[in-house]
Each structure stands twice: as C-alpha cells, then as structure tokens.
Nanobody, 123 residues
Framework: QLQFVESGGGLVQPGGSLKLSCTAPGFNLDPYAIGWFRQAPGKELMGVLCIERDNQITHYGDSAKGRFTIYRENAKNTVYLQMTSLKPEDTATYYC????????????????WGQGTQVTVSS
C-alpha cells in the first residue's frame, strides 16, 4: 500500500527557509504527478505546488510564487519543496499527494497517504 514519508519541517523564523522531502518507500514516484498540499489549523487542505508527469509545474494560487520551488530527484525517488522567505501564514502541516494522470485541479478532493510534516513560521 502506498505510504508517503514527508519530512523536513520544523520551526523557522519569518524570512527563513526550509526544504521539505517527500518519498514513498517501495513506490516509484517518477511516472506520477506529485504535489505538495498544506493544511493550517482550522482551515481546509490547500494546494501549494505540483509537478506534472512531464515536470511542468502547476501552481495553486499566488501564495508560493517566487518563494517556493518543487522538483524531483529521481535517483533518490524524492520530490522536494524548497521554501524561502517564509511567512507566518505558511504555518501548516504539509502533505504529498499523487495522481497517475495530472496534478489535481484546485478544489479537487485528494487522498493523503502520509502523516505530513509540520512547518511553523514564528519569531
């Protein structure tokens, strides 16, 4: 059964950076669209960035533009989310999602297969 392992979260000051990692032991991520979603306390799950099967990038809104980057490292079977210029409103639990066809459209229901990694941006 698919199980994502998300890691790299932590406590960081505003303006700081973090690199999140998403891997799936025993499951090859390369042929799939992989996305990063996040859920802040009391709020719904929201898309952040998603990398398509052909490595095109899908953005969800403007919150990540110019600050976050998503990329694959196939040799490590890992998808990364590099986050810079972090803001308190980026505080959330971050999850990976997978789709065998394409990145989910905004608002489309997704399945979570991992525990997520907590990112807290605070001074």
């Amino acid at each position: 059964q698919l199980q994502f392992v998300e890691s790299g979260g932590g406590l960081v000051q505003p303006g700081g950076s973090l690199k999140l990692s998403c891997t799936a032991p025993g499951f090859n991520l390369d042929p799939y669209a992989i996305g990063w979603f996040r859920q802040a306390p009391g709020k719904e799950l929201m898309g952040v960035l998603c990398i398509e099967r052909d490595n095109q990038i899908t953005h969800y809104g403007d919150s990540a533009k110019g600050r976050f980057t998503i990329y694959r490292e196939n040799a490590k079977n890992t998808v990364y989310l590099q986050m810079t210029s972090l803001k308190p409103e980026d505080t959330a639990t971050y999850y990976c999602i997978v789709d065998e066809v394409r990145c989910p459209a905004p608002g489309h229901e997704v399945d979570l297969w991992g525990q997520g990694t907590q990112v807290t941006v605070s001074s």
